[in-house]
C-alpha cells in the first residue's frame, strides 16, 4: 500500500488525504486493504490503524499484513513481533498474512523443507525461518 506523504519522508504520510482515499475506496464497494510492517518505514500498519480500524465497522473490510520474517533472530521474539502488529493495526485479528522473505526478492516462503537453508545477510537463519513457520501454523494463521 503505497501511502500519500506531506514530504520525501516515507514517515510523514498524510493522514488527511489518506483518509478521503479511504473513504472513497469503501463508499466504491471496496474493502481489501493490503499493508504491511516494514512500508513506510514501518509506519504503515498503524496508519491503515488510524484510517481505516478506527473510523470503520471491523466486519466492514479485510486486513492482509505481511510477517517481517527479516526481523526474526530467534525464536522467542515471533510472538512479541507478531503482538507487536495487531497492536499496529489496533485490531485483535488479521484476515490475511503473508509470511515472506523480504530480504530475499520477496519470495513467498512455503513450508521449509528439510535440505533448504536460508542465509540472509551472510548468516544461516534456516531454523529461525523454520521456527516462525511452525509458530504460524501451529496458531493457524496458515495452512
Do not use: C
Not at 499493508?35 to 513506510?40: E, G, K, Q, W
Not at 531454523?127 to 495452512?143: C, G, S, T
Amino acid at each position: 500500500m503505497r501511502l500519500p506523504l506531506l514530504d520525501q519522508n516515507p514517515e510523514h504520510i498524510d493522514s488527511d488525504q489518506l483518509k478521503q482515499m479511504v473513504d472513497h475506496f469503501i463508499e466504491n464497494g471496496f474493502t481489501y486493504f493490503d499493508t504491511s510492517f516494514a512500508y513506510h518505514n514501518g509506519k504503515s500498519e498503524d496508519a491503515l490503524k488510524r484510517t481505516v480500524v478506527e473510523r470503520y465497522p471491523r466486519e466492514s473490510f479485510t486486513i492482509a499484513t505481511k510477517f517481517p520474517t527479516f526481523a526474526v533472530k530467534t525464536e522467542d521474539q515471533v510472538e512479541g513481533i507478531f503482538a507487536r502488529q495487531l497492536q499496529n493495526l489496533g485490531t485483535d485479528e488479521m484476515n490475511y498474512l503473508a509470511n515472506r522473505m523480504l530480504a530475499l526478492g520477496v519470495k513467498d516462503i512455503k513450508a521449509p523443507m528439510a535440505e533448504e537453508t536460508v542465509i540472509l545477510d551472510g548468516e544461516d537463519i534456516t531454523a529461525q525461518v523454520k521456527d516462525a513457520w511452525d509458530f504460524l501454523v501451529e496458531h493457524a494463521f496458515v495452512m
